[in-house]
C-alpha cells in the first residue's frame, strides 16, 4: 500500500553512463513532482507534471529529461552523468485542489 | 526570489525539554506554509499546512503557529522519537505549486 515509490532505492555509476530513476503513484493525485536534495540537505525543485503535462522546468541541464507516461507516473532520465549529479532525487506528488505533497522514500544516486 | 531560513541548524535537548524551531520567510505572497519532518534515509513526512497569520495547528508534541513573516514549530516535552530533521517550505500565490525549502533543524532528543 506504498503511496509514492521510487526505483531504485541505490544507483551507483560511472561518470558518463545514462541512467534512469523511476516514479509511481498509487494516491490518484494529478501533479507529480522531482526534487534534488543535496548534501547540505536543501532540497530543491526540478520538475513538475500535471495531468502528464510540463509545468515546472526550473534551471536544470538539459542532461536531465523528465517522462510521465500516465498521471500515476513520473520517471527521470539523465544523461552524461557527472559528478556533481550525485545527490537524493525524491519524487512527490499531490492532488491539484490539496497543497500538500507527498513524497517517496528517495533515490541515493552516486556518480564515480 | 522566494528565501526560507530556518534556524537552529540542529537543536539537542533533553526528553522533556521544550523548545521551538523558527522558519523565517520572504514572499511576494504566500499561498501555504508546510512543516515536514525527515528521517534519516527516507523521504519528508508531511506534518502541517498553514495559510494565514494567527493560524496554529497542533498533532500530539507538536504545534505550529504562522505570523507574516515566520513560523514557529513547537515541541512540548518532547520524546526520542521525535529526533528528526524539521523541513519548513514555502509556496508562494500564482506559483505552479512548487515547494521552496529550507534548509531544516536536525532536532535530537536524549532519553
Keep these: 500500500d506504498t503511496a509514492v515509490s521510487q526505483t531504485p532505492k541505490y544507483l551507483v555509476t560511472q561518470m558518463g553512463n545514462d541512467k534512469s530513476i523511476k516514479c509511481e503513484q498509487n494516491l490518484g493525485h494529478d501533479t507529480m513532482y522531482w526534487y534534488k536534495q543535496d548534501s547540505k540537505k536543501f532540497l530543491k525543485i526540478?520538475?513538475?507534471?500535471?495531468?502528464k503535462e510540463l509545468i515546472i522546468n526550473e534551471t536544470v541541464p538539459n542532461r536531465f529529461s523528465p517522462k510521465s507516461p500516465d498521471k500515476a507516473h513520473l520517471n527521470l532520465h539523465i544523461n552524461s552523468l557527472e559528478l556533481g549529479d550525485s545527490a537524493v532525487y525524491f519524487c512527490a506528488s499531490s492532488q491539484v485542489l490539496s497543497n500538500e505533497q507527498f513524497f517517496g522514500p528517495g533515490t541515493r544516486l552516486t556518480v564515480l | 526570489e522566494?528565501?526560507?531560513t530556518q534556524s537552529p541548524e540542529a537543536l539537542r535537548l533533553q526528553e522533556g525539554e521544550s523548545s521551538s524551531l523558527n522558519c523565517s520567510y520572504t514572499v511576494s505572497g504566500l499561498?501555504?506554509?508546510f512543516w515536514y519532518r525527515q528521517d534519516p534515509g527516507k523521504g519528508p513526512e508531511f506534518l502541517f499546512t498553514l495559510y494565514s497569520a494567527g493560524e496554529e495547528k497542533e498533532k500530539e508534541r507538536l504545534k505550529a503557529t504562522l505570523t507574516k513573516k515566520e513560523s514557529f514549530l513547537h515541541i512540548t516535552a518532547p520524546k526520542p522519537e521525535d529526533s528528526a530533521t524539521y523541513l519548513c517550505?514555502?509556496?508562494e500565490a500564482g506559483s505552479a505549486r512548487q515547494l521552496t525549502f529550507g534548509s531544516g533543524t536536525q532536532l535530537t532528543v536524549l532519553p
Design chain 1, 46 to 51: 526540478m520538475f513538475s507534471y500535471n495531468n
Design chain 2, 2 to 4: 522566494d528565501q526560507v
Design chain 2, 31 to 33: 499561498r501555504g506554509l
Design chain 2, 89 to 91: 517550505a514555502v509556496q
